[in-house]
C-alpha cells in the first residue's frame, strides 16, 4: 500500500517534470535541402538580423570593446555598462570584477526571476560576455551574416548546431522573456530557431 503510493507519487512527478520541459522545449526541423529559395533564405536571415540586433542580444555581443552595453527602451539613452565593467579575456570579468558579483547564477529559473527593474538580470547559467568573434552591436546585416555563417568565427558551427545551441543555451529563454520592463527580443525562440535552419537550407545567403 505505502509502496504503492510512493510509486505513485514517483509517476505525478515524472509527469510533471516531464509537462515543464516540454513547455520550454524548442523544436529543430531543419527544411529539406533545396525546399527554401534565396529570396525566402534572404527573408529568413533578415529576421534574424532583427534578433541579433536586438538590445537583448546584441547588448552582451560587443566584440573586442570588453564592454557591455546598456541600450534598448528600458535604458533611455545607449551607453556602455556602468561602474566601468570590463569583461577581459575571461569574458567573465574575472580580471577586475565578475559578472556573477551582481548577476548571481540561479539554481533553476522561473517566471518570477527578473521582475525588478534595473536589478542585474539572472539565469541559472553563469552570465558572461560573447566571444569577440560574434562581435554584433553596432554591426551591419552584412557583417553579423558573414560572421555566423563562417565556422571560423562562430565557434565552428554548422546551422544545426547553432539551433541545437540556441536552444539549450538559458541566457536565451531569458531574452525572450526578460522581465523588470526589458522588451523582449523580437519573434520568439522558435520562430528564431526556423529562421536560422530556413536560412541555412537556402545555402546561408547574404545581403549584397
Ligand atoms: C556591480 C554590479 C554588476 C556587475 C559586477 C556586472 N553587472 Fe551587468 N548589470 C548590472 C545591473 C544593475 C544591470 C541592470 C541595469 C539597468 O537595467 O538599469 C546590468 C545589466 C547588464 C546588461 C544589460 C542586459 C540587458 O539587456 O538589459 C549586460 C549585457 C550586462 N549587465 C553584462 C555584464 C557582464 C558581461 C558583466 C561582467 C563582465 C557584468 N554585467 C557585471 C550590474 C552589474
Ligand atoms: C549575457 C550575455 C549574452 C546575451 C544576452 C546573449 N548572448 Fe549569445 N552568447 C553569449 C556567450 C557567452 C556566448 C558563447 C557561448 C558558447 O559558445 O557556448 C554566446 C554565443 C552565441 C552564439 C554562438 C555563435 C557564435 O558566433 O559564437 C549565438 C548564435 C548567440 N550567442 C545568439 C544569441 C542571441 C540570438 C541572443 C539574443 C536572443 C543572445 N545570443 C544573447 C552571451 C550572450
Not at 555563417?149 to 545551441?165: K, L
Amino acid at each position: 500500500m505505502r509502496l504503492g503510493s510512493v510509486i505513485f507519487g514517483v509517476v505525478v512527478w515524472v509527469l510533471i517534470a516531464t509537462q515543464a520541459l516540454a513547455a520550454d522545449k524548442v523544436i529543430i526541423e531543419p527544411p529539406a535541402a533545396g525546399s527554401i529559395s534565396p529570396e525566402q533564405g534572404l527573408q529568413a536571415w533578415s529576421r534574424v538580423y532583427e534578433v541579433a540586433s536586438h538590445p537583448r542580444c546584441a547588448n552582451c555581443h560587443t566584440g573586442a570593446s570588453d564592454k557591455p552595453m546598456w541600450s534598448g527602451p528600458s535604458y533611455g539613452t545607449t551607453r556602455a555598462h556602468g561602474m566601468n565593467i570590463r569583461a577581459g579575456n575571461s569574458r567573465i570579468g574575472a580580471e577586475t570584477l565578475l559578472c556573477s558579483t551582481c548577476h548571481t547564477t540561479l539554481v533553476t529559473t522561473g517566471t518570477d526571476d527578473n521582475r525588478v527593474p534595473h536589478a542585474a538580470p539572472r539565469v541559472a547559467a553563469p552570465w558572461m560576455l560573447a566571444p569577440v568573434d560574434a562581435h554584433w552591436f553596432g554591426k551591419s546585416s552584412v557583417e553579423i551574416c558573414e560572421q555566423l555563417r563562417d565556422p571560423e568565427r562562430n565557434g565552428g558551427r554548422t546551422d544545426i548546431e547553432i539551433a541545437e545551441h540556441l536552444n539549450h543555451d538559458v541566457i536565451l529563454h531569458w531574452a525572450w522573456n526578460p522581465g523588470g520592463g526589458r522588451e523582449s527580443a523580437p519573434y520568439s525562440l522558435q520562430e528564431h530557431v526556423n529562421d536560422i535552419l530556413a536560412w541555412g537550407a537556402a545555402g546561408f545567403p547574404c545581403p549584397s
